[in-house]
């Protein structure tokens, strides 16, 4: 089993910055895609970005040029660095990973995906 820990969020002013830090820890090798969603209440969460295995990282249009994903292996560790954060940012952000490597080469794979308890991120006007 893995478990995610996101961390990083709090309250800032339109336009400010943030980043935001996920760490996977348990009994892995590595782990495949891992993905940043947020949630406002009332509204499904939804992908805010992602980057797989191999770094190659996809975003959704409301964030693209403001946020950037990246990933630290030796760490476990995916960010999210948001910039020139917007109100319509506010929200609970999570952390997901759909698949990992166990220690003896297996996949374990979550149909729902293994989520973290999520960071809120609220941004003033």
């Known amino acids: 089993q893995i478990h995610l820990v996101e961390s990083g969020g709090g309250l800032v002013h339109n336009g400010g910055s943030l980043r935001l830090s996920c760490v996977v820890s348990?009994?892995?090798?590595?782990?495949?895609?891992t993905a940043w969603y947020r949630q406002v209440p009332g509204k499904q969460r939804e992908l805010v970005a992602r980057i797989s295995s191999s770094g190659s990282t996809n975003y959704a249009d409301s964030v693209k040029g403001r946020f950037t994903i990246s990933k630290d292996n030796a760490k476990n560790t995916v960010y999210l660095e948001m910039n020139n954060l917007k109100p319509d940012d506010t929200g609970v952000y999570y952390c997901k990973v759909d698949s990992y490597i166990t220690p003896w080469g297996g996949r374990r794979t979550s149909t729902s995906g293994y989520w973290g308890r999520g960071t809120q991120v609220t941004v003033s006007s």
């Open positions: 348990g009994t892995m090798s590595s782990v495949n895609a």
